[in-house]
């Protein structure tokens, strides 16, 4: 009699422990060798196992929660990696806990963990639980594979005929799904099917889901409200506050992001990710000492990492010129030189390491070079390569070197150009504001630019309305191309769309759009805090195994954030059994 043919396990299946003691690694490595493990790796410390999954895929990985130190758990190797999108899919991660520490880890487990295990476990309850999971990665094999060849219409396809027909692993399916929608720009479609969900089974992740809809399709307030009655019934869900902040940021009220960024760094005190937040926000808000205190335990903790954004390093420039810690500068200088090592390519980085070059000048009193360095930056003024992030760096050193009684005949005209360049909306606004806050003139500048912007644009909408669409297009593209104001050239845009039917000649008016696009470069449409904000809490991790260089898979429209599947659900899973014929042997 003919038996089923199992399926065949990836060769070599690699797992990765996490565990500082030595013990507790050699039993596992013993288990997982009887399980079919052909390769093991062992980690005794979470920055090492980091290092690890930055550069390597495993097929299992199994941390210790605990290692005995209050700056390092495997929850905070866990909470950063999914940040980062250093999980694929085919990664299995499970937590090994004590009975002590359950709790917070099953509270954690739904938007980040593949199971746990609870201590002490027999080899058969973790080749079950092994099973079960492998078991989850083969029902939802199609899927991965149309993630994998960058198919992501009938990736979400194939999650939404698995959600509507409650086939196994459904709430998986749709998890994946309301991700590849929200990430395709089809928001009302993800938040379709994350109320479904909602629906058909409450979950915190879909909650979060629909208010990550709602900033994508520009309803930010509306996302504050999802958000606090979701906090409301879980004042302990991290994600929910990092979502809160980026609404509050976005719609410049920064007050209060500043105490929800506070409150989810409590929650996850070692969590370099929202160190970064929490510092970044505090330095624009012009509390330096909580900026440099926090900035300064977050490159303690990171710097090494993917998970570290260097603008925190920049910001952390700032704070020690402010307090004229020499020392301190000159620690932020020894790590950019360590890091153009590494990045020696980087036009970011080496921005980065002027700016804080300028700074240590502006602190020894060499003026004249100082003054040097902040006109060669400002010669990048109008250059694509220029973001936001460099125009509130340039913002920053004007003041320094205004208040520094520094005779600069250009900064005025310099910090105007920024403004009119990247004063698009409040939130966008206030941060530039901010940066420059240092010289109050520079900073009301600033929302002065805001201001004219939106007359500009009022004026050109006149036109239109008044029945003169071409004349409405020539105006926004000629403030546009005066102020390279991305605001400008979008609203120009949608009038040509919207009224091409009526514009005697719009493809002259669409080349010239798409001309004036490629010379501003990129250019932020939200307000954001370094490059690693835009990642999405809640969110799942849409990396593919054959990602190059540790690269998560990127899905356009929106790069970003992100958490591996949950945990099955009891209602979720096929029977138990079926897994136990999966071992990789």
């Known amino acids: ?57 495993f097929d299992y990985v199994l941390c210790d929660q605990s290692f005995g130190d209050a700056n390092y758990s495997g929850q905070t190797l866990l909470d950063d990696l999914r940040r980062a999108q250093l ?13 002590a520490s359950y709790a917070a880890v099953a509270e954690a487990a739904e938007s980040a963990l593949d199971g746990y295990l609870l201590k002490p476990f027999t080899p058969s309850a973790l080749f079950e639980r092994l099973g079960l999971a492998r078991l989850r990665k083969i029902h939802l094999k199609p899927i991965f594979d149309a993630i994998e060849a960058e198919d992501y219409e009938q990736a979400a396809r194939l999650c939404v005929e698995r959600f509507e027909s409650r086939q196994p692993y459904w709430l998986y399916a749709a998890r994946i799904g309301s991700e590849l929608l929200l990430r395709l720009g089809r928001h009302d479609e993800a938040r ?97 000492e909580t900026a440099t205190k926090v900035l300064s335990r977050a490159t303690m903790l990171g710097i090494d990492s993917k998970l570290f954004d260097y603008q925190s390093l920049v910001l952390l420039t700032f704070s020690y010129y402010a307090d004229n810690d020499r020392k301190g500068i000159e620690r932020c200088m020894a790590d950019f030189a360590r890091i153009l090592e590494r990045h020696h390519h980087s036009a970011r980085v080496q921005r980065f390491a002027e700016v804080a070059r300028t700074l240590q000048l502006i602190q020894q009193r060499q003026f004249s070079h100082a003054v040097e360095s902040v006109r060669a930056m400002a010669r990048e003024i109008t250059a694509s390569s220029f973001d936001f992030e460099a125009a509130c760096n340039l913002g920053s050193l004007l003041a320094v070197l205004a208040v520094t009684s520094i005779e600069l005949s250009e900064g005025e005209s310099w910090v105007r150009a920024l403004g009119m360049r990247y ?38 909408m006149a036109k239109s309305l008044g029945g003169d669409p071409t004349g409405a297009v020539h ?24 009224h091409s039917a009526r514009i005697p000649s719009p493809e002259p008016l669409q080349e010239a759009i798409d001309t004036l696009r490629q010379r501003m470069g990129s250019a932020p449409t939200r307000a954001i805090l370094g490059q690693d904000s835009e990642r999405r809490p809640g969110g799942v991790v849409l990396r593919a195994r054959g990602a190059v260089d540790g690269a998560a898979t990127r899905i356009s429209p929106s790069p970003q954030d992100s958490s591996p599947l949950p945990p099955a659900d009891p209602g979720d899973d096929p029977d138990p059994a079926e897994a136990s014929r999966l071992r990789p042997l």
């Open 87 to 99: 999980l694929p899919f085919s990664t299995v991660f499970f937590m090994v806990t004590a009975e």
């Open 475 to 498: 105006n926004l593209l000629e403030q546009a191309e005066r102020t390279l104001n991305s605001k400008l050239l979008d609203m120009s845009q949608q009038v040509l769309l919207r």
């Open 423 to 460: 004063a698009n909306t409040r939130g966008l606004t206030e941060l530039m504001a901010n940066a420059c806050s240092l010289h109050a003139p520079y900073g009301d500048l600033v929302r002065d630019c805001l201001q004219q912007i939106n007359k500009s644009a009022e004026v050109a």
């Open 192 to 288: 379709a099917l994350f109320e479904a969900v909602i629906a058909a089974r409450a979950l915190p992740w879909a909650k979060l889901g629909v208010a990550r809809a709602q900033i994508e399709s520009g309803q930010a307030a509306r996302a504050i409200t999802t958000l606090q009655e979701l906090i409301g019934e879980d004042a302990s869900f991290a994600d929910a506050y990092d979502v809160l902040g980026r609404a509050q940021v976005e719609l410049g009220n920064f007050s209060q992001a500043i105490e929800t960024y506070r409150t989810a760094s409590g929650l996850t005190p070692d969590s370099v990710v929202r160190l970064q937040k929490l510092g970044m926000m505090s330095y624009y808000m012009g509390d330096r």
């Open 1 to 57: 009699m003919a038996t089923e043919k199992e399926p065949s396990a990836p060769s070599p299946v690699l797992a990765l422990i996490v565990d500082s003691n030595a013990t507790s690694r050699s039993i596992l490595v013993g288990q997982l060798r009887e399980y079919g493990v052909t390769r093991i790796v062992q980690c005794s410390r979470v920055q090492d196992a980091r290092s690890r999954l930055e550069h390597t895929v």
